[in-house]
């Protein structure tokens, strides 16, 4: 009689919906990309594990009541659904990497932190870039070489700065005073600040185009909203190479590149192609956010080549993405997110 007894409360505990523990996922997730909560998402992430468990537990269970034989069988057939689903979504869609979530706020307005993206690959990347308008601009492979060995040389942003004093930045159009916009060395700038070393940031002073760079930069100012507050922002809005002129276009596609211990900025980076690179037959990216002020290889990350790139985004699904960011335990808010460039 004991053990019916046993065996009924087994069966009970088995038959336990699961369905809240989704239900309040979902949930915490909304509230999360609602208000950016850092422990609003702790507390999803604790869920999702909870969730791991109880799945984890059930198949234990489904183990030891139907044997292991079964039980293997049983789990060997949802992973291989799994894996199947997978492959045929890499083989439709031709990328490895099919899906992606995206963590930051570099894409607002056209992306939202949290969207879970889907990605076709890009099988040739001189043909992808004709075939969507992408202006393709032809280097010498020395040319390109010398700028990807002098990497700290493209570390470059617009800052304004009054008339007479070269040393006193800041990267808002200035209301109290006569300014001048020039280019300054970012990484210059960033080790004073960091190091709060006396040094005059005058020092990092480039001018307007350094001449031995490959790539020229122009700005524009645009309006950008800081915490409700309107700015006006200055942002590279054009690049210059080899003569030809590329303005930054907003129909351009939206592409996927991984990057390597060499760049500034690491993981998988969701921005728009702002043009492509063939060096003597070899192709790469030029690439930047649209809430950002300035391309990727300002920022320190190298043009991606065609092999670290993953694919363009063909579809997006809102809040998603979240939690992929939440297992891979993302909880704060990344910075920039505060600022919204109009485009």
Known sequence: ??????????????????????????????????????????????????IIVVIAKEVKEEVQEKGSREGIKSLAMAIGAAVLIWVIAIVALQTTAPINAVASCSMLPSLQRGDLVILHGI?????????HNVPIVNVSPSAFSAMESGMNNEFLAYYAYPSNSKGNLTSYVPSSYPYTISLYNTQCVDRIAYLKQGYNLASCYVGQNPSQNLIKYNY???????????????????????????SENYSNPIVVYSTTSSDTFGGDIIHRLVAV???GGSYYTLTKGDNNPALDVQFGNYPAPQGDVLGYV??????IGYAKLLLSGQFSQPAGCNQVISN
């Open 277 to 279: 690179i063939n060096a």
């Open 1 to 50: 009689m004991p053990r019916r007894k046993a065996s009924s409360a087994t069966k009970q505990k088995k038959q336990m919906p699961m369905w809240p523990l989704y239900l309040l996922l979902v949930i915490l997730i909304i509230a999360y990309a609602v208000y950016n909560n850092p422990i609003i998402g702790i507390i999803a992430f604790l869920v999702i594990v909870a």
């Open 314 to 319: 063909i579809a997006r699904v809102p809040v």
């Open 220 to 246: 524009s100012i645009q309006n950008t909203t800081v915490n409700g507050v309107q700015f006006k922002l200055i942002v590279t809005s054009a690049i210059s190479i080899n003569g030809t002129r590329i």
């Open 123 to 131: 099988s040739n990347l001189s043909a992808f870039a004709r075939t």
